[in-house]
């Protein structure tokens, strides 16, 4: 099983990290199956696993929920699970409450929290204090979306570049585990994991991070309409689900007529 040291010890020895996010129990075990480093129940289980706009509305309650889910579909994976937006923002007290809430109750390996201001920094800092392993998320940050005015690519220009650099030299300096570059350039996400002694993990962030994270919808082709360039579709499980479901609605309606068909 994958520890929380072997973030260092990949980084060091150049090997990638894999991880996929997972929001449930049957997820959770297909993905432990295959043999993915780490499982992320991220928080955008609000937009993909319930269908909502963006991840705003996710709470350490629907955190904990799935990320149990997660745990009995994969009990020797290392999991991390998100603090969802505003668990970790108001005071240390509740920041550290909060993530106590999730570890506890999920046995989770580490927290992972999106970082867009010195403000949560320090948040982070005594999380990690407490010790509770964090992995910092960077770039765009979903939780921001009403900041950025939308989920667009960050770190396009000098100032917004040197920012995100800047964080993830903080987030090390207070001892992260590892950091999630989302949607950057690459040049930026290299520059990055070229200055870090901890391990970068890339989403939209090109080929240069130490790692990947997709989430298991996007890569297995569950969506047929939502497409990122960023994302290679290894399956097409929408079609294939569709159609299996199609022909169990055959057997249930017409089974005669299927008999007839499949002798030819
Ligand atoms: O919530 C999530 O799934 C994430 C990944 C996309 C990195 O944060």
């Given amino acids: 099983m994958f520890k929380l040291n072997d973030f260092q010890a990949y980084k060091q020895n150049d090997k990638k990290i894999s991880m996929v996010t997972a929001y449930d129990y049957f997820s959770a075990k297909i993905v432990a199956e295959s043999g993915i480093d780490t ?6 289980l ?9 991840t705003i509305s996710v709470t350490v309650d629907d955190m904990i929920y ?3 889910a997660v745990k009995n579909g ?3 994976s290392f999991i991390i699970v998100d603090m969802p937006f505003l668990s970790y923002h108001s005071t240390l007290a509740k920041t550290i409450k909060n993530a106590g809430k999730i570890i506890k109750a999920t046995n989770c390996n580490a927290i992972k929290v999106e970082i867009n201001s010195e403000h949560t920094i320090s948040h982070v800092k005594a999380l990690i204090d407490a010790q509770i392993p964090v992995i910092g998320h960077i770039g765009l ?3 921001s979306v009403n900041i950025f005015g939308g989920f667009k690519i960050q770190g396009k220009t000098t100032d917004e570049a040197n920012k995100i650099i800047g964080f993830a030299h903080k987030l090390v300096e207070i001892g992260v585990a590892a950091i999630v570059l ?5 040049q930026l996400a290299k520059t990055i994991t070229n200055q870090i002694n901890v391990p970068t993990i890339g989403i939209g962030a090109g080929k240069y991070c130490d790692g990947q994270v997709l989430v298991f919808h996007d890569l297995l082709g569950f969506e047929p309409n939502k497409k990122y360039q960023f994302v290679t579709q290894y399956a097409n ?3 294939y689900l569709t159609d299996a479901l199609k022909n169990y609605k055959l057997d249930v309606t017409q089974p ?3 008999f007839i068909e499949n002798l030819g």
Avoid: R, W
């Avoid at 499982?39 to 955008?44: A, E, F, H, K, T």
């Avoid at 609000?46 to 706009?53: P, T």
């Avoid at 989302?182 to 690459?186: F, G, Q, T, V």
């Fill in 237 to 239: 499980a929408y079609g």
């Fill in 182 to 186: 989302e949607c950057i350039p690459e």
């Fill in 46 to 54: 609000g937009m993909v696993f319930a269908g909502n706009e963006n």
């Fill in 39 to 44: 499982i992320l129940v991220g928080d955008s």
């Fill in 256 to 258: 005669k007529l299927q």
């Fill in 74 to 76: 994969a009990p020797n």
């Fill in 141 to 143: 940050t979903p939780q």
């Fill in 66 to 68: 799935h990320a149990k």
